[in-house]
């Protein structure tokens, strides 16, 4: 069992950056496959990001460029640097963690741990 905290969401104007943060709580943080997703308000969730326990990283088409993710397993936790930020990136997003070492890792049925989200509104 694992459960994930995620903070560091706010407001920002376009063209502007946040970094997100996921802490995590286990002591087998590295056996787990991390996963960013965000949900806008009438929209399905979807992947932004993840990080395998490897350490290889997957990013959405529309994160490639802009986004990028990171882990700290002595710290338990993962980071989502976010750059170039545009209104459409406006989302809750949320911090999800699978321990199945599944070749999936895109879908949201694919991790087993969420967390509660953090708000980010990109606005001028």
């Known amino acids: 069992q694992v459960q994930l905290v995620e903070s560091g969401g706010g407001l920002v104007q376009p063209g502007g950056y946040l970094r997100l943060s996921c802490a995590a709580s286990g002591r087998t943080f590295s056996n787990y496959d991390m996963g960013w997703f965000r949900q806008a308000p009438g929209k399905e969730r979807e992947f932004v990001a993840c990080?395998?326990?490897?350490?290889?990283?997957s990013l959405s088409e529309s994160a490639k460029g802009r986004f990028a993710m990171s882990r700290d397993n002595a710290k338990n936790t993962v980071y989502l640097q976010m750059n170039s930020l545009k209104p459409e990136d406006t989302a809750v997003y949320y911090c999800?963690?699978?321990?199945?070492?599944?070749?999936?890792?895109?879908?949201?049925?694919?991790?087993?741990?969420w967390g509660q989200g953090t708000q980010v509104t990109v606005s001028s």
């Open positions: 990080v395998r326990r490897s350490g290889i990283i």
């Open positions: 999800a963690g699978s321990s199945r070492a599944s070749v999936f890792v895109t879908r949201s049925s694919d991790y087993d741990y």
